[in-house]
Every structure is written in C-alpha cells, then in structure tokens.
C-alpha cells in the first residue's frame, strides 16, 4: 500500500518570508511521481509543482520549489517571499502505477495561513 | 481551453434520498477520476474510468455508490440511498496521459 504524510495540520508565515510544508512518504514502487497541490476555499485542486522519483535535480516553479530525499522518503515544500494568495489548504500526493494506470495517494493537507 | 466542469456545486439531501454528480472532462481527456473528500482530510479516489471503461473502482462502496461514463466523454456518480458519512466534497478530474486536473467540486450534506 502507498502511504503519504504531512504531520503538521496548520502553518503561518508572515508575508515576504520562506515557509517550508513537510511530507514523507512510503512506496515499493521504483516509478512513481511526487506532488504539491493547493486548494483554496473555492475547492479547486491546483498543481503546484510535480517531481520524478528518477530524476535527482528537486524541481522548482517560480516561488515554490521543493527538497527531495529520495532514500529518506521525503518531499518538502518551500514557498518563497510568501503573499497573501498561497493562503490555502496543501496536499502532497504521489501518483504510483496501480491496476494499470497511475493513480494518486493524498495526504491529510496543511493548512498554511499568511500574515499580513 | 476550458476546464473540468462539475454540477451542482452543492447540493444538500435527508439520509436515505438519492443524489446524482455530474462531470464534464476538458475534451480529448480519456481518463476520468471521481474522489471523496472529507472534510479535513485528502481526496480518495473512488472510481477511475479509460475512456468508457473501468479502470479501478475497488474503493467505490458499490451497494449505494455507483457510476458511469457513457460515450467515454461526461460521467455521472450516484448515491443511492445516501447515509450521513456520504457528507464530502466530490471531485472530478480528468486527464490524458499526464497531469490531472480537478474541477470545483461538488459540495454534500447529508442530513
């Protein structure tokens, strides 16, 4: 069974700071991909920035990049210069082969608030 | 392009009654997902379609839940008959080959 885990319910950052959302997870798969998504209030699941398990080099979209420690099993999120729109829920995922096809295995979410 | 449309967005039912979720994939998409989510936790995946087929469908309760995908375009999600745990958001998502993209959701009490 695949597992994800993000142990901290709730974040807050003051605007223009760096926060960091953490995430492991557990897989016997050797092909798989990792996630970030946000889901503000209007409910949309919006992808923030996706990894390959193969490739060593940790991704990076504008802001938002992450750390991944492949033998750790981990996945972290870094936001940058924070404002006031990443305010949002945040699921890791990842996305492993299963019947087939790929499907995606969520964690419970952060809650991450922005101070102004 | 437009994007993955769910109706209603909410939607608010006694226990017991039957309630229907419909889902419009962005075309050319021939993978469509249903999730659950309860509140304070992440989506669960119910039931994934290929075209108008089933892909995986071994978390959808099939003594109340059931789904289908005529044509391989539009899906449909019944609940019948609807019990209080049902209370979720329900997504769709549809994708081609790669990145899923979700819609709003469909919000549901049960009450």
């Known amino acids: 069974a695949q597992t994800v885990t993000q142990s901290q319910p709730e974040m807050s950052v003051q605007e223009a700071e760096t926060v960091t959302l953490s995430c492991t997870y557990d897989?016997?798969?050797?092909?798989?991909?990792l996630f970030w998504y946000k889901q503000p209030p209007s409910r949309q699941m919006i992808l923030v920035i996706r990894?390959?398990?193969?490739?060593?080099q940790n991704a990076t979209e504008n802001r938002f990049s992450v750390n991944f420690q492949k033998a750790a099993k981990s996945f972290s999120l870094k936001i940058s210069d924070s404002q006031l729109g990443d305010a949002a829920m945040y699921f890791c995922?990842?996305?492993?082969?299963?019947?087939?096809?790929?499907?995606?295995?969520f964690g419970k979410g952060t809650k991450l608030s922005v101070i102004p | 392009e437009a994007g993955v449309a769910q109706s209603p967005r909410y939607k608010i039912i006694e226990k017991r009654q039957s309630v229907a979720f419909w889902c419009n994939p962005i075309s050319g998409h021939a993978t469509l997902y249903w999730y659950q989510q309860i509140l304070g936790q992440g989506p669960k995946l119910l039931i994934q379609?290929?075209?108008?087929?089933?892909?995986?469908d071994s978390q959808l309760p099939k003594d109340r839940f059931s789904a289908e995908r005529l044509k391989g375009v539009d899906s449909t999600l019944k609940i019948q008959p609807a019990k209080l745990e049902d209370s979720a958001v329900y997504l769709c998502a549809s994708s081609h080959g790669g990145e899923q993209f979700f819609g709003p959701g469909t919000r549901l009490t049960v009450l």
């Open positions: 995922a990842g996305e492993y082969s299963g019947a087939g096809s790929y499907q995606l295995t």
């Open positions: 897989t016997s798969e050797s092909d798989y991909y």
């Open positions: 990894q390959e398990a193969y490739k060593q």
């Open positions: 379609f290929q075209n108008n087929g089933v892909v995986d």
